[in-house]
C-alpha cells in the first residue's frame, strides 16, 4: 500500500521525531516501498495460526522479591546532560 | 604472530614463548597503523589493554590462568562496557559511557580476556553494508588491492573487517536478521548466531528484543567454540535467556561426521542466487558428503515471506525499545529546547541517523491504531509459520545448508537509493532469527577474489554440533586461513 503524508505526519509525532517539510516526500517514497515489500504477508493464509512473538514461547521468570540493586543515583546521573539536586532536568511543563 | 588463533595464541601464553603484554603491544600497534585503511574500531582502549594484559600476566604467572587469559579480543561497540564510550554507532550514543558492563564483557573480563576496543556497526545493528554507521563507512580488507572500496557486510562490519585484516583473533558480534553472519561471509571468516536465548542481551543494546542475539566472530570454528564457552549461559538479568546447561564446546570439535543427515532448502538455491555463488555452495555441500553426510534437498515453504515479516516485527520493536532515546537521562540532547516535545522531536530528529528514523517511522505505523492487525499481528502469525518450517525440516535433517548473501561484497556507496534493495541483501539469513535457530557461517570459497560463506544452520540449542561440522570442513579446506592481499 501506498503511504500519505498526512500518515507520515503522524507517524512522525508518534515517534516524537521531528520531520521537516522536505522530508516527506523522500520518507513518502520509501516507506511506501517498505510497505509495499511488507504487503507480501496479505498471500499468506494464515486462517488457524496464532501470532508468535518470541522464538521459544518462554514464560517471564520470577526472581524472589528481594532487594538486589544498590543505589547508583550518582553514577547514572553523572551521564545526564542536565541535572540538578538528583533530578533529571528538562524544559518548564507547567507554568 | 597477528595471523595465529586464538587457540594457538593461547597455547603459546601458556607455553611462556609470548607474553599477554606482547601480545597486545602487537595487536594495538597494528590497529593504529593499519585501521585508516578500514576504519573497523570506533573507540581503542590501549590503556585499559595494556592495564589488563599485565594483569593477566601476573595470574598467569600465579598459575591461575585459563584459556582466554591475556588473549586480545575486541567487542562490538553495541555491548556496554563501564566506563568505555559505547556509542551504538550512533551520534545519540556518541557521548555515552555507561555505568555498567553488558553480562556478555564481564564474562570476558572474569575470563581474563584483554579487550582492545570497540568495533565499528550500521547505526543501532540496522543495516547490512556498515554504510550507516556515525562514525563513518567500514572498507572491506577484500578487494582493496585492487584499488576497490568493499563493504564489509553488516551490522558487525568492524569485527568482521578487523578479523580480515588480522587486527584481532576474536571479536563479539550480534545478529538480529543475519548481521554476524553475512559479515563474516563477505570478510571471509567464520561466525557463529547462537539460538535466541543462549547468550545474554543484559547491556546489550536492542533493537529487535526477540530477535537480537550476541554471538561469536573468529578466524576458525574452534575459536568460536572458546568464544561461546564463555558467552553461552543463562543470566538472571534477561528475562530471555534460557536456564540450560552450557556444554564445553570444544569438547565435541572432533566427532565424525559419517552419518549427518543435511538438508537443502530449495528456496535458497533460487535465481536470487548468481551461478557462480550456487557452485561455491555446493562444492563445500560435496565437501560434507565426503566427510560421510549424506544430503537431499528439503523445503521452507514459507521463506520467502521472511523478509516482509522481518521488516514489520524489528521495526516494530525497534520502535519500541528506542524510545528510550529522549535526551533527558543520558546520550545527545539537542541545543536550547524550547519546551519538553521539542526536545524529544529534535533530539530524536538530530540523534538519529536515515535508516534508524525510517525504521521507528515505519514500525510506530505498523504498529499504530487501524494497522496493528494487518501489520503487526499478520507478521506474528507468518513467523510462526516459517518456524514451523524448521521444525518439520529438522524432523528430517541434522543441519540446514545454503549461502549466506545472494553475492560477494558489494562496492561502497551503490546500494544507497533505495532502502529495499539493501533489505534484500538477508533473504538467507532472515528465517533464522524469526524461527530463533542457531546458525554460522563458514568460509566456502571465493568468486572473483571475494570470500563466499556457507550458511550452516542448526536446530535450536545444536550449536556444538554446528561448531563440529565447521571444524571438520576447515580440518579439510583452506579458504579461512586464506589472507587478503
Not at chain 2, 536470487?272 to 523445503?299: C, D, F, H, W
Not at chain 2, 560477494?408 to 556507496?413: K, N, T
Not at chain 2, 534484500?424 to 535457530?437: C, K, Q, R
Request: aromatic share 8%.
Amino acid at each position: 500500500m501506498s503511504i500519505s503524508r498526512e500518515d507520515i505526519e503522524k507517524v512522525a509525532v508518534l515517534a516524537r521525531i521531528r520531520v521537516d517539510e522536505a522530508q516527506v516526500s523522500a520518507l513518502e517514497s520509501d516507506l511506501g516501498n517498505i510497505l509495499n515489500l511488507v504487503d507480501q504477508l496479505s498471500a499468506a493464509d494464515t486462517a488457524n495460526v496464532g501470532p508468535l512473538s518470541h522464538p521459544l514461547d518462554a514464560v517471564q521468570c520470577l526472581r524472589a522479591d528481594e532487594v538486589t540493586e544498590t543505589n547508583q543515583r550518582e553514577a547514572f546521573q553523572a551521564i545526564a546532560p542536565a541535572t540538578e539536586n538528583g533530578l533529571y532536568l528538562v524544559p518548564r511543563v507547567i507554568e | 604472530m597477528h595471523n595465529k588463533s586464538v587457540a594457538e595464541l593461547s597455547r603459546d601464553l601458556e607455553s611462556g614463548s609470548v607474553s599477554s603484554v606482547e601480545l597486545t603491544r602487537e595487536f594495538l600497534n597494528r590497529i593504529k597503523t593499519e585501521d585508516a585503511k578500514y576504519n573497523s574500531f570506533i573507540t581503542l582502549t590501549e590503556d585499559e589493554a595494556m592495564a589488563d594484559a599485565k594483569a593477566a600476566d601476573e595470574l598467569r604467572a600465579a598459575g591461575k590462568a585459563n584459556v582466554w587469559t591475556g588473549v586480545p579480543f575486541a567487542h562490538k561497540d553495541i555491548f556496554c562496557t563501564n566506563g568505555v564510550t559505547t556509542t551504538c554507532g550512533s551520534k545519540m550514543l556518541a557521548n555515552f559511557v555507561p555505568p555498567y558492563d553488558a553480562t556478555v564483557t564481564a564474562n570476558f573480563r572474569a575470563a581474563g580476556a584483554v579487550c582492545l576496543g570497540k568495533t565499528n556497526m550500521d547505526e543501532f545493528a540496522m543495516g547490512s553494508s556498515n554504510e550507516s554507521s556515525f562514525f563513518g563507512p567500514v572498507t572491506n580488507p577484500w578487494g582493496l588491492s585492487n584499488g576497490e572500496k568493499r563493504v564489509p557486510g553488516g551490522s558487525s562490519g568492524g569485527s568482521a573487517a578487523a578479523l580480515a585484516a588480522r587486527l584481532v583473533p576474536a571479536a563479539t558480534a550480534t545478529d538480529t536478521g543475519g548481521s554476524i553472519r553475512q559479515p563474516a561471509a563477505l570478510c571471509g571468516i567464520t561466525g557463529l548466531k547462537p539460538t535466541y536465548g543462549r547468550v545474554s542481551r543484559h547491556g546489550m543494546i536492542a533493537f529487535a528484543s526477540s530477535l537480537d542475539q550476541g554471538g561469536s566472530m573468529a578466524r576458525t570454528a574452534e575459536d568460536n567454540a572458546l568464544m561461546l564457552n564463555v558467552m553461552a549461559g543463562f543470566d538472571p538479568k534477561d528475562a530471555t535467556s534460557v536456564d540450560r546447561a552450557v556444554p564445553d564446546y570444544t569438547a565435541t570439535l572432533n566427532e565424525p561426521l559419517k552419518g549427518l543427515r543435511v538438508g537443502l532448502p530449495k528456496e535458497y538455491f533460487s535465481d536470487q542466487l548468481s551461478p557462480v555463488m550456487e557452485q561455491q555452495v555446493r562444492n563445500a555441500v560435496a565437501e560434507y558428503e565426503k566427510l560421510g553426510a549424506t544430503v537431499k534437498e528439503i523445503s521452507l515453504p514459507h521463506a520467502n515471506l521472511a523478509v516482509a515479516a522481518y521488516y514489520v516485527i524489528a521495526p516494530a520493536e525497534a520502535s519500541a525499545n528506542l524510545s528510550r532515546f529522549d535526551g533527558v537521562r543520558y546520550g545527545y540532547r539537542c541545543e536550547d529546547p524550547k519546551d519538553l516535545n521539542d526536545l524529544y522531536t529534535r533530539t530524536r530528529a538530530e540523534g538519529f541517523g536515515d535508516e534508524v528514523k525510517r525504521r521507528i517511522l515505519v514500525g510506530t505505523f505498523a504498529l499504530s491504531a487501524g494497522y496493528f492487525d494487518a501489520y503487526f499481528l499478520k507478521a506474528q502469525k507468518v513467523r510462526r509459520l516459517i518456524q514451523q518450517d524448521f521444525i518439520n525440516a529438522f524432523k528430517e535433517v541434522d543441519m540446514l545448508m545454503s549461502p549466506v548473501s545472494p553475492s560477494p561484497a558489494f562496492l561502497q556507496g551503490i546500494e544507497h537509493s533505495d532502502p529495499v534493495t539493501m533489505y534484500l541483501e538477508d533473504i538467507f539469513t532472515i528465517a533464522v532469527n524469526l524461527a530463533g535457530v542457531p546458525a554460522m557461517s563458514v568460509p566456502a570459497g571465493f568468486v572473483d577474489g571475494l570470500p563466499v560463506g556457507l550458511q550452516i544452520i542448526g536446530n535450536y540449542f545444536g550449536e556444538a554440533r554446528l561448531l563440529n561440522a565447521a571444524h571438520q570442513f576447515q580440518q579439510v579446506t583452506d579458504w579461512h586461513q586464506t589472507l587478503p592481499q
